[in-house]
């Protein structure tokens, strides 16, 4: 039996790509600094299952430093290292895509750090699709701090709220019941249609409940995203006769191409139960993708270094279930799109190396070179599951 699984730690980074400074970020490190961060803090970050495949051995690849606490030198059980974005972005998009054997070299649209951030001839556009009253916001913003701040009155006036990032993105939230869910998606996909002449990578809808600017996000969040303008390792597995099991937001980031199975998740660790199933499920061929949300979306970009410390320790603690869950012939991948240091100013994404631990039956742990783009990870894994090669990219084991 052979079989893939590509775990995907969203903003993981693991030092500054070379190319960083003209991103504005050189010198930032989601991993180093968080490690730093918790040893001042007199609770060192301790991931024994990441650093026994080799995380901090990766991070020393990618950046010549070893992780703050990570005292394992060699003895590793997973093939490891790091790679560097081709991508113009660093941005979910092209992180994803550029895993998956398809890099983008050509520039995304983006809204500017002004306020109002978005053209008044498509505000007024969608306010004339939509029927609202206005529109709130309208600034870059992160999204768990713009809904406790305009939440009391978006649920007072009705007007949805918009934001972005630095991300090629248009964000829509509102409250479930006060605005309504499927208000909320109809709004989103007039947006999308609406944003195509600025060449937006996705619309995205931002449901959330609560009240008295106590309000939180739910699992009902929608990606509207731009299709990949290519084929990639989802499209060849699917061709090849496999099953591809999308988990989290991976389906909504390839526009549902190249899926066979969509399978959601409130947090991190609902994913992770859902990933254990799907272990069991897959078969022969498969390749199964899933995105852990919650270190971006919840802690690296509202700069909880804490929250996102917390998240990896909870994850590294439950990884020998899905390990147990291997197959002879299956290999598995942990890696991230991009960084997002929840030290670094800012709320936006970071320009970081990515982790490349590859790991299962049969894997002999050793040092890789750093790769010169995301896509050999995709082209490792179509090689290891005997489909024909993406149009980019190298195998590395």
């Known amino acids: 039996m052979t079989r893939a699984f590509i775990l995907l730690l969203d903003s993981f980074g693991i030092g500054a790509a070379p190319d960083a400074q003209a991103f504005g970020d050189a010198g930032a ?3 180093g600094h968080i490690a ?9 970050l301790t991931l024994p299952n990441l650093e026994r495949l080799g995380l901090g051995a990766a991070a020393a690849t990618a950046c010549g430093q070893w992780p703050a606490g990570f005292a394992q030198r060699d003895g590793f059980a997973a093939a490891y290292g790091a790679a560097r ?3 113009t972005g660093k941005d979910t998009q092209s992180g994803h895509w550029e895993i998956a054997g398809l890099p983008v070299e050509f520039e995304w649209g983006y809204f500017p750090s002004t306020t109002p951030s978005f053209p008044q001839a498509l505000t007024d556009a969608l306010q004339a699709q939509t029927g609202v009253a206005g529109f709130l916001g309208n600034c870059h913003a992160s999204g768990t701090e713009i809904i406790n701040r ?3 009155e978006h649920c007072a006036s009705g007007k949805p709220i918009i934001y972005t990032s630095g991300d090629s993105v248009f964000q829509i939230a509102a409250h479930e019941q006060h605005f309504g869910l499927e208000r909320l998606y109809r709004a989103c996909e007039a947006a999308f249609e609406l944003v195509k002449p600025y060449n937006i990578g996705r619309v995205i809808a931002r449901p959330f409940v609560g009240a ?6 739910t699992a009902n969040r929608h990606d509207y995203a731009v299709a990949p303008h290519g084929a990639t390792l989802l499209d060849h597995v699917i061709n090849a006769g496999g099953e591809v099991i999308a988990l989290g937001k991976i389906s909504d980031i390839f526009a549902g191409q190249g899926v066979s199975r969509v399978i959601k998740g409130a947090n991190n660790m609902a994913l992770f139960d859902a990933l254990l199933g799907a272990a069991d499920e897959a078969g022969d061929g498969s390749l199964t993708f899933v995105n852990f949300v919650d270190f971006d979306q919840s802690f690296g970009h509202r700069r909880d270094v804490a929250g996102y410390a917390q998240a990896l320790r909870e994850l590294d603690l439950r990884l020998p279930e899905f390990m147990a869950k291997l197959r002879p012939g299956d290999l598995t991948v942990i890696t991230a799109d991009h960084g997002c240091d929840p030290t670094w100013p800012g709320s936006d994404h970071t320009r970081e190396h990515i982790p490349m631990l590859y790991f299962g ?3 002999q742990g050793r040092a890789l070179d750093v790769s010169s783009s995301f896509s050999d990870i995709g082209q490792t894994l179509a090689h290891h599951l005997c489909i024909p090669p993406l149009a980019h990219g190298r195998s590395v084991l």
């Open 36 to 44: 730093r961060w918790a040893e001042g803090q007199g609770a060192p």
């Open 150 to 152: 305009l939440g009391d």
């Open 85 to 87: 974005e081709r991508s």
């Open 29 to 31: 490190n989601t991993l």
């Open 361 to 363: 039956p049969g894997v």
């Open 212 to 217: 008295d600017g106590n309000y939180r996000r």
